[in-house]
C-alpha cells in the first residue's frame, strides 16, 4: 500500500480555513493517489485541521475539560471526497452553556464556510450514553469513536463506556439492527444486482459492512472476514471515485456517471467496474446471512439454556441431528455434515448437502460449505448418474436454490463444478429490463422453471436449459450460439446422454424463438410457423422450449412477461405443434372476435374510425390495469393510406404510450364486404388517467380527414416541455429480416423508445411509398423493438435493394431524432 504525503506546514494546518481548503484540494486532485492511503491523509489532514480550530476556540471561550471526537465514518478514518464530518463535542458538564455554544461556534462555523456537510451534537459522557441507548443509530456511530482533539481521557472513558454499554445490551439491541438492515434491504434493494445501486444503503453495501463491524463487536458473534476488509475498501474506493466525478456527496451509482467513475478507478470500462462492485457486495450480503443466522442461533440458544438447565437439573445434551440424506444432516436449524461423512472421499456429496438443504428449506453451515470446497474430490467426466441427479434435485427445489446456491458460490463451488460459470458471475446487464446480473438471472430462471415442471415431460433437462439458457453471455457474436457449444459441452460433461445433450443444446440455441418470433412477426403467415416448427424439430422439444420462454421472461422483470404476451406465445406454440403433427401450414386466416367483427363493420357503415377502450379483460375479475402492458384499445379504419402513422400520432397527442401493437387488413365476408384495418394496441397514460374513448375517436377522425395538425402540435409540445437529456441511449438500429414472410417484407425497427416515436417510423414509411401490411409492436423497458411487413403499392414484396434503402433512410431518420445519440 503506497502512503500519502500531506504537508502540515503554516499554510497548511493553520486554523484559518484557506489553508486547509488548499490542501484538501491538492491532495484530492493528485493524480495517482486513491484508496485506503487517500482517506486516511485526508482525515488526518482534517484532524489536524479541526485541532487547530478546538484549541483556539477552547481558549477564548475558556472551556477545559472538553474534547473534540470523531464519529462513523470519520471515526473509522474513512473520508471521501464529499463526505459528512460526523463530530461529537464531548464535554464534563463544568462549563457554562455560553461558552459551550461559543466554542462550539468556532468550530462548526468555519466547516460551513467551507461548504462541507457537518452532522454535530454537544453533550457529556452520560448524555452522549443516554442518547446512544435510545438511539441505535447513535449507537453505532459512538462505537467508532476517535480522539481528535482536546482532553484524551474524556474521550477514552466514553469509547470505554458505550462499548460496554454495547455488549451489555446486544441481546436485545442486535435483533433491531438486524430488522433496521432488513427494511433497509427492502427499500434500496440489492447491491449485487442492480444497475443503479446505492453503494451505502443497498443489501451488501457500506452500512451492511458496518453493521458486521458492530456485531462483531458485541462478542456475540463474528462474521466470515475473508475478502469482507477487501470488499469494503472496493465499494469505498468506487464511492470517493463517484464524489471526485459528481463533485456531490451522492453514493446511487447513476447510468451516467459509470464510465466517468470507471476512468477515474483506471478501470477498461463501466462492466468491468460494476462487477467489481457486484463482487464486493456478494461478499459483504454473504457475509451478512451467516452472521445474522449465527446470531439468531446464537440468542436462541441463550433463551433456551435456562429452560433446559431447569429441565435436566443443570445438564444439556447433545444437540440434536437429524439425517437428511448420506453424509448429510440438520442440526440446530442449518445443514450440516454427518460426522461420518468423507468428502474426500465422496465427490458427490457436495451436490448432495446442497440438494438436501435446498428441499429441506434450510441453509447450509458455513463450516460444511468450507469443509467441502476445501477437501472435496472433483468430480470425473463424465459426471456419474447421482451428481447429475443431485443437480437437478437442487435446481428443482424453486426459491430455496437461491440461498444454497449463493452459499456454495461464495466458497468457490460452482465454478470448480461447472468452470464455464466464471465468466457470467456477478456480469451485469446494462438494460433496464434485466432485474438481475447475469448468473443471478440463470439462477432465477430455474427457480421460475421448477413452477413449470408439472408441464413437460423432461423436467430435468427443462431446468438444466434453464440454467444454461444465457451461459453464452460476455463471449463475443451472438449469446445463444455461443451458448449453444457450451451448453452442450456442459450437458456432456453432467453426463446426459447424446439426445438429450442435442435437446439442451437446441433449447439453448433457441430460447428467445418463441417470444421474439410471436411478438414480432405475423403469425398468420405460414412462413412464420413453419420456421419455428422446424427449428424446435420435435412436439417434446417445443413443448420444453415453451416453458424455458415463459421461466426466462418471469425470470427477466416485469416488464418482460404478461399474459398477452402468453397467450401470443401460446397461440404460435398451437400452431406448430400442428405442423410438427403434420397438419396443414397454409391455414385459412385467423378469425377475428365478435368485438372487432362489429368494430368493422361499424367503421365500414361509417366511412370513419370506429374504437373501445377496454379498462378490463373479457371476462376477467381483474382491472386490466393491473397489467405491467396497460389497457386494450381496439381500433377499426376503413382500409387507406397513414392509419399507422395518424393512430399513433393521436395516441401521443394524448400521452398514451403505446406498449405493444398488432395492426392487420382484414376483409368483411358478404354481404356487408370491403376492408377494413383492424389496429389492436396495449396502451397507458404517461401519467393521470386515461383519455375519453370519444375524444380519441373524435380527434382521430379530424387527423384522418386532414384537420388535426400532428406533428405541429406535438412540436409546440417538444418546445414547451423539452425532455431532459438523460443516460445516452445506443444508436438505433433497423434491419431486413430476410425469408422471414413469402408475402411481406420484413423490417425490423431497435431504438429508444420515446412520445411519438411510432408516429414517426409510420410517417418515415408512407413517405418511403410502402404499404405496412401489418406491424408488431413491443416495448420493453426503455427499448422499442418493432417489425413491420411491408408491401410496395402493389402489394408485393420489396426487391432487396428497395428494402434496405427504406432501412437505411429510416435508420437515418431515427438517429437524426431529438433526443437521439
Known sequence: MTSVEVSYGSNDGDSEPGGYAAARLRLLTEKGQGGPPRRAALSDLTDHWLAALFTAAGQEAG????????????????????????????????????????????????????????????????????????????????????HVAGDLSLTSELRTAVLADWRNTAPGRLPELGELCRERAQRQGELQYLLEGDLKEARG?????????AVAASWLADAPREGLAEARRRLLDVRDALHLCTGRATDRLALQEQDAVAAELGLLDADVMLRQVSEAARVISYAGDVTWREVGRVLRARSARPRLSRLFGGRTGAPERTPLAEGVVEQDGEVVLALTARPEKDPVLPLRAAAAAAQSGLPISLHAVRRLAAVARPLPTPWPAEAREQLVTLLGAGESTVPVWEALEAEGLITRLLPDWERVRCRPQRNAVHTWTVDRHLVETAVRAAHLTRRVHRPDLLLVAALLHDIGKGWPGDHSVAGETIARDVAARIGFDAADVAV????????????????????????????????????????????????????????????????????????????????????????????????????????????ALR????????????????VELLVAVPDQPGVLPVTAGVLALHRLTVRAAELRAVELPEPVGGSVLLLDWRVAAEYGSLPQAARLRADLARALEGSLDIEGRLAEREAAYPRRRGVPAPPPRVTVAPS??????????????????????????????????????????????????????????????????????????????????
Request: no cysteine; hydrophobic share 45%.
Open 63 to 146: 472551556v477545559s475539560g472538553a474534547s473534540l471526537v470523531a464519529v462513523g465514518g470519520y471515526g473509522r478514518g474513512e473520508l471521501s471526497p464529499r463526505s459528512d464530518l460526523d463530530l461529537l463535542l464531548l464535554h464534563d458538564g463544568r462549563a457554562d452553556a455560553g461558552a459551550l455554544a461559543l466554542l462550539a461556534d468556532r468550530i462548526w462555523y468555519p466547516v460551513w464556510d467551507l461548504g462541507l456537510a457537518l452532522d454535530h451534537s454537544v453533550r457529556t459522557p452520560a448524555q452522549a450514553r443516554r442518547t446512544a441507548g435510545e438511539d441505535l443509530k447513535v449507537q453505532l456511530g459512538l462505537l467508532d469513536a476517535r
Open 205 to 213: 453495501g457500506l452500512r451492511d459492512a458496518t453493521a458486521l463491524r
Open 504 to 611: 439442451i443444446a437446441t433449447l439453448v440455441r433457441h430460447h428467445l424463438l418463441l417470444i421474439e418470433t410471436a411478438t414480432r412477426r405475423d403469425l398468420d403467415d405460414p412462413v412464420t410457423v413453419r420456421a419455428v416448427a422446424e427449428a424446435v424439430g420435435s412436439t417434446g422439444t417445443l413443448e420444453l422450449l415453451h416453458a424455458l420462454t415463459e421461466a426466462d421472461a418471469l425470470a427477466t422483470g416485469p416488464a418482460a412477461w404478461s399474459s398477452w404476451r402468453g397467450s401470443l406465445v401460446a397461440d404460435l406454440v398451437g400452431r406448430a405443434s400442428a405442423v410438427l403433427a403434420g397438419q396443414p401450414v397454409d391455414p385459412e386466416p385467423a378469425a377475428i372476435t365478435a368485438e372487432q367483427e362489429r368494430l368493422a363493420v361499424e367503421a365500414h357503415r361509417t366511412g370513419g374510425p370506429v374504437l
Open 615 to 630: 379498462t378490463r379483460a373479457e371476462g376477467a375479475e381483474v382491472a386490466a390495469e393491473q397489467e405491467p402492458l396497460g
Open 740 to 821: 422471414a414472410s413469402r408475402h411481406a417484407t420484413v423490417i425490423e425497427v431497435r431504438t429508444q423508445d420515446a412520445p411519438g416515436l411510432l408516429h414517426r417510423i409510420g410517417h418515415a414509411l408512407e413517405g418511403a411509398k410502402v404499404r405496412v401490411r401489418s406491424a408488431h409492436v413491443s416495448t420493453l423497458g426503455s427499448n422499442a423493438v418493432d417489425a413491420f411487413y411491408v408491401t410496395d403499392a402493389k402489394g408485393a414484396t420489396l426487391t432487396p435493394g428497395e428494402a434496405a434503402g427504406v432501412a437505411q433512410r429510416l435508420q437515418a431518420l431515427l438517429a437524426a431524432a431529438p433526443g437521439a445519440e
